[in-house]
Each structure stands twice: as C-alpha cells, then as structure tokens.
C-alpha cells in the first residue's frame, strides 16, 4: 500500500520502506513537511462530489464583511508593493487596519472551537474546487490546491496542540511561508515551501520565544 | 505595451552593467530605485543585468480574467471562514499565558490571513488598478461602512490607481 502527505504529497510506499506505514508510531511526522501521521491518506481514494449548488449571492460586492475586506485590502497592498508602488500599498495597508480594526470579535473561542473552523474549511475546499473546475478557472483551482494543503497543516498542528500541550513547541520556532500561509515547526524552515515551493528565505519566524 | 524598467533590490548584486548601458542615466540613482521620469523603457539594462534583477513592467496592466458570479460566490464565502479563523486564533493568542500556545495562535492568524489574501485576489481583486478594486474603492466612499472610514485615503488611491 502507499500512503500519500495530504499537505506536501509525499509517499511512503510500503514495499519500499522498512516498516509498515500502519505499525509507524503516531509521533512520526512527514519527513518533508513535517504533518503528522494522521495526515496520510492511502493512495487512490478519491472522495465524490456531489453536484454542488451555489447561492450566488454572496458574489455581491456590496455585501463584502470588514473580514473580507482586510483581507481584500492587504492583497491589494500586496501586489502594490510587487509593481514598487510603495505609497499606494501603505495606502491599502490603512484601509486594512480600518477593516481589522472594526471586525466583529467571536466570543470565548478556544483552541477547541478553531480546531472545529478549520476542520470545516477543510471540508468545504472539495465544494470550491468542483465549482472552480466546473468554470474552468485554474486561478481558483490553484487557490483550492495550496489553501487546502495549508488549513490541514494548521488544523493538524491546533490538533496536535490539544494533545500534546506546551512542551510541543517549548523548544523549537514557528516558521510562516509568507507566500502560501504553510506553518512549520522546526529550527530552521525548509529548504523550500512544502506548499508553493518558494526558498527558505521566504519564511518568517514567529516571535515572542520565551 | 507600454514599458518601464524597475531594479529588484533584493536580487541586485551592484555589478554595474546597468549604469553604463542606460542611454537615459535612468538606473544611476542614489536610492537605487530606476527613475521613472528618465526611463523610456528601452530594456537595455534589463538585458545587461547579471543577476536577473531587473523587470520590464508594463506601465497599464491588462484586465483579470473575468470570474464567473458562482466562482466569487465559494471563493467570498471560504474567505469569510478564513478571517473567522483569523479572529480565532487572534483572541486565544492574546487571551493566553501559555507562550506555545501564544505563537502557535499568532502563526494560525498570519497564516488565515495570508489564505484569505489569495482567496480574495482569485475573487476579482487581483490588480490594484483593476475594475473590481476602483469599483469596490468608489462603493466604500459612496457608502462607508462606519462613519469614521478613512475615506480621504480611499479617494487617494482612486486618484493615484
Ligand atoms: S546590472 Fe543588475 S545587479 Fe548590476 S547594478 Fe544593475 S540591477 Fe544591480
Ligand atoms: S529600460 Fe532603457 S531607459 Fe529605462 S532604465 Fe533601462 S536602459 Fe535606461
Ligand atoms: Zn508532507
Ligand atoms: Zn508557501
């Protein structure tokens, strides 16, 4: 049997390897992204997609949330400063912290309930992609691809928190792909994006390491 | 179409070749950055350039692939789950003691984030200058969300996009 990373799409073939991917201890981790053991999947089981129906009302920019819009606003920031438009990007950077500002909070959330979030989206990716194919938008494809890959590594990472407490990052960093959002754990980042393959120098730890 | 040259910063290594290929002393800048004024988008140094750093960048980008009504509909939605996850994970990193736990939250919520960016850029706001962000700019003047929207900042950027 070979089992392959939902995240980075590594294999590990049975024939090939010593031991059984069944008789791996939990603690394993993909040996180049660095998702648990839970996040292999035999190869070849592809899920059905029903036909999906959509409301196309929320396509209606007037009823864009202040969520929305921060992020609608940092992306636009974002490809400012990719055609050196420094002033206009600073521009959108203060429209977004506008947006972020007036977010509405969600009340008494916990590792628990965005472990729920996240497991939600996960679900929801193969809905998106259908659609998208069904358009034929590769743009939108692509962003099912590496969002997908992205939220299974932050939901197995929030799950393995649950689990494992504090002492699975008392001595390690966290590293962000500030292309694709991947999350790595590890002294270092990877050589390159598990994700969207960008070089290490990409990567931006998270600070505050007590 | 329409071009000017823009150095790289990051990839420019100051070899030079660009200095002296530069009919118009466009790239001989004491920022570094290629004066746009001077460029006539000859793409001469762009050519001479040992370490790929400089772009030919058109100066009007062409429209975004039109995105069909139901494909901005999942994509709005997903983005709205993604910034409930952001929010999440801002709450509990600035709720906890727990300094794991705190940087994990703080990773989740840059990360959301950085998904709901390209969600939203998929979704018809992929260039600045482009139809959806002047249409979206002109509606958030027209109807400002809250009555202390920065909207002087909103008509800049129409002006200047
Ligand atoms: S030729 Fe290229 S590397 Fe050299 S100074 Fe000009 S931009 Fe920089
Ligand atoms: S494109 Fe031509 S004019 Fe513009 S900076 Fe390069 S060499 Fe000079
Ligand atoms: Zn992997
Ligand atoms: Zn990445």
Known sequence: MRYVCQICGYVYDDEKEQVPFEQLPDSWKCPLCGASKSDFKPEHKERETAEVTVNTEAADMKKLSAGQLAAVCTNLARGCEKQYKPAEAELFNELAAYFTRITPAINDADAETLSRQLQEDIDSYPDVRAVADRNQDRGAARVCVWGEKVTRMLSSLVERYLKEGEQMLADTDIWVCTVCGFVYIGSNPPEACPVCKVPAYKFEKVEGRA | ?161
Do not use: W
Request: charged share 30%.
């Open chain 2, 1 to 161: 179409m329409e071009r000017k040259a823009v150095r790289n910063l990051r990839l420019c290594t100051k070899d030079c070749l660009c200095l002296y290929v530069c009919p118009h002393g466009a790239t001989d800048t004491e920022d570094s950055i290629i004066d746009v004024d001077k460029c006539t988008g000859c793409g001469e140094c762009a050519a001479a350039c040992p370490s790929g750093a400089i772009s030919m960048v058109p100066v009007q980008y062409p429209p975004q692939q039109p995105k069909t009504e139901e494909v901005k509909a999942c994509l709005n939605e997903l983005a709205q789950s993604k910034s409930d996850g952001e929010v999440m994970a801002r709450e509990i990193a600035k709720a906890t003691d727990k300094p794991g736990l705190k940087r994990l939250m703080k990773a989740v919520e840059r990360s959301e984030r950085l998904i709901a960016e390209d969600i939203m850029r998929e979704a018809g706001f992929m260039l600045p200058q482009g139809d959806g962000s002047h249409e979206l700019l002109e509606e958030l003047i027209s109807n400002p969300p809250t009555s202390d929207f920065p909207s002087g900042k909103a008509g800049e950027l129409l002006e200047k996009l």
